[in-house]
Antibody, heavy 119, light 106 residues
Framework: EVQLVETGGGLVQPGNSLKLSCATSGFTFSTAWMNWIRQTPGKRLEWLAQIEDKSNNYFISYLESVKGRFTISRDDSKSSVYLQMNNLKEEDTAIYYC??????????WGQGTLVTVSS | DTVLTQSPALAVSPGERVTISCRASESVSTGMHWYQQKPGQQPKLLIYGASNLESGVPARFSGSGSGTDFTLTIDPVEADDTATYFCQQSWNDPYTFGAGTKLELK
């Protein structure tokens, strides 16, 4: 059974940082393309970042609006993917999902972790 | 970015056929995918590549379209289909989602 479990969400003040983690199991992580997608309080879904596998040199792509603030990374030895978020803004408040999906569609989603940015 | 436009809401009776539309601001070829999200849950993939049924999804769900106009059809609709349905494109960078169509049953 495919499982993705996000951790690391919480309440953070504007300008601060937070690192999300996603532990996975049930599939061959080393060849998986992994993504972070968030859902705003208004229920909008927004793709944030993708990291490809070793055979693609761990190529990374970002949504333009988070480039330079967010960093996606992975540890194949731990079957885990991460999202480092810096200089957080109130508009970053959302549920953050770790998502497994190659070929452009997203087949497996974690349950999400809530990030609230507020003073 | 490619904007995907969906109708905000629909209300149908169980047993009926419902079509949910998604229009792209530019061509996405067949790079369109559909998700179902129930309250408190994560999205679930239903259709990929415009018309391919994801494994384990009931055959009541189908997808069609190419270019800029796409449709998700549920026939017949069941009470359990109450949810919000999102389209998502992968043809143009970045990946984008529609705002969702909330399906309610009468």
């Amino acid at each position: 059974e495919v499982q993705l479990v996000e951790t690391g969400g919480g309440l953070v003040q504007p300008g601060n940082s937070l690192k999300l983690s996603c532990a996975t199991s049930g599939f061959t992580f080393s060849t998986a393309w992994m993504n972070w997608i968030r859902q705003t309080p208004g229920k909008r879904l927004e793709w944030l970042a993708q990291i490809e596998d070793k055979s693609n040199n761990y190529f990374i792509s970002y949504l333009e609006s988070v480039k330079g603030r967010f960093t996606i990374s992975r540890d194949d030895s731990k079957s885990s993917v991460y999202l480092q978020m810096n200089n957080l803004k109130e508009e970053d408040t959302a549920i953050y999902y770790c998502v497994y999906g190659s070929h452009g569609w997203f087949a497996y989603w974690g349950q999400g972790t809530l990030v609230t940015v507020s003073s | 970015d490619t904007v995907l436009t969906q109708s905000p809401a629909l209300a149908v009776s169980p047993g009926e056929r419902v079509t949910i539309s998604c229009r792209a601001s530019e061509s996405v070829s067949t790079g369109m995918h559909w998700y179902q999200q129930k309250p408190g849950q994560q999205p679930k993939l239903l259709i990929y590549g415009a018309s391919n049924l994801e494994s384990g999804v009931p055959a009541r769900f189908s997808g069609s379209g190419s270019g800029t106009d796409f449709t998700l059809t549920i026939d017949p609709v069941e009470a359990d289909d109450t949810a919000t349905y999102f389209c998502q494109q992968s043809w143009n960078d970045p990946y984008t989602f529609g705002a969702g169509t909330k399906l309610e049953l009468k």
